[in-house]
């Protein structure tokens, strides 16, 4: 059976189930077994320094006031960062290169700031459609744009992770492709091509996880805006 590049982004099967679930809930293996003690060894303390870490960072924008969002969008940064990285591994399903799975992500959290703002102080949010000193005839379109964009945002969200995912993965497939079939041609040019397969595998490790900060911290900028 012949395949084509994009078979690999489709979920494999077991049995006529799908193995998307399952690739999603592995991460959770990676995290040490409960203890008695905080830190009992030291796969715990790098992890405790990078959950550190990661919170500082994304914390960095907000106010006080968000900061008791802290616990899900670290919990969310590390799901993709994890997920992201596994999904370089061969053989292996990234569920981030599948549009569905990151609106699911998305679009929740993006309304739940919306929500946020919306409660707390709407007349502010509601602000933000219409910029200080707009002259009256543009108000109806300004309104309408800046309501585009910000329902636009779920959707922007999603498609920069696939889109960003996608491509790196098949490159990464292409130019495999290109060095086993230089292989028995011309040995000097499939030497070359596994170099630059190297580095293209290296720079997809760093895509896999600025893609994963990027995400979470546009999520914690739209927090802010409604805080």
Same mark, same amino acid.
């Given at each position: 059976?012949?395949?084509?590049?994009?078979?690999?982004?489709?979920?494999?099967?077991?049995?006529? @189930?799908?193995?998307?679930?399952?690739?999603?809930?592995?991460?959770?293996?990676?995290?040490?077994?409960?203890?008695?003690?905080?830190?009992?060894?030291?796969?715990?303390?790098?992890?405790?320094?990078?959950?550190? #870490?990661?919170?500082?960072? #994304? @914390?960095?924008?907000?106010?006080?006031?968000?900061?008791?969002?802290?616990? %899900?969008?670290?919990?969310? @940064?590390?799901?993709?960062?994890?997920?992201?990285?596994?999904?370089?591994?061969?053989?292996?399903?990234?569920?981030?290169?599948?549009?569905?799975?990151?609106?699911?992500?998305?679009?929740?959290?993006?309304?739940?700031?919306?929500?946020?703002?919306?409660?707390?102080?709407?007349?502010?949010?509601?602000?933000?459609?219409?910029?200080?000193?707009?002259?009256?005839?543009?108000?109806? =379109?300004? %309104?309408?744009?800046?309501?585009?964009? #910000?329902?636009?945002?779920?959707? =922007?969200?999603?498609?920069?992770?696939? =889109?960003?995912?996608?491509?790196?993965?098949?490159? %990464?497939?292409? %130019?495999?492709?290109?060095?086993?079939?230089?292989?028995?041609?011309?040995?000097? @040019?499939?030497?070359?091509?596994?170099?630059?397969?190297?580095?293209?595998?290296?720079?997809?490790?760093?895509?896999?996880?600025?893609?994963?900060?990027?995400?979470?911290?546009?999520?914690?900028?739209?927090?802010?805006?409604?805080?």
């Amino acid at each position: 059976m012949n395949l084509s590049f994009f078979d690999q982004f489709s979920s494999p099967y077991l049995l006529g @189930m799908p193995l998307a679930l399952l690739s999603m809930l592995f991460p959770i293996l990676l995290l040490p077994s409960p203890d008695t003690r905080w830190i009992n060894n030291r796969l715990s303390t790098l992890q405790s320094w990078l959950l550190h #870490l990661i919170t500082k960072q #994304l @914390m960095m924008p907000l106010n006080k006031k968000g900061h008791k969002w802290a616990l %899900i969008l670290t919990s969310l @940064m590390m799901f993709l960062l994890t997920v992201n990285l596994l999904g370089l591994l061969p053989y292996t399903f990234t569920p981030t290169t599948q549009l569905s799975t990151n609106m699911a992500l998305a679009f929740p959290l993006w309304l739940a700031t919306l929500l946020t703002g919306l409660r707390n102080q709407p007349t502010v949010s509601l602000g933000h459609l219409l910029p200080e000193g707009t002259p009256t005839p543009l108000i109806p =379109a300004l %309104i309408m744009i800046e309501t585009t964009s #910000l329902l636009i945002r779920p959707l =922007a969200l999603g498609v920069r992770l696939t =889109a960003n995912l996608t491509a790196g993965h098949l490159l %990464i497939q292409l %130019i495999s492709t290109a060095t086993i079939a230089l292989l028995p041609i011309m040995p000097t @040019m499939s030497l070359l091509t596994t170099l630059i397969l190297l580095l293209l595998t290296l720079l997809e490790v760093a895509v896999a996880m600025i893609q994963a900060y990027v995400f979470v911290l546009l999520l914690s900028l739209y927090l802010q805006e409604n805080i």
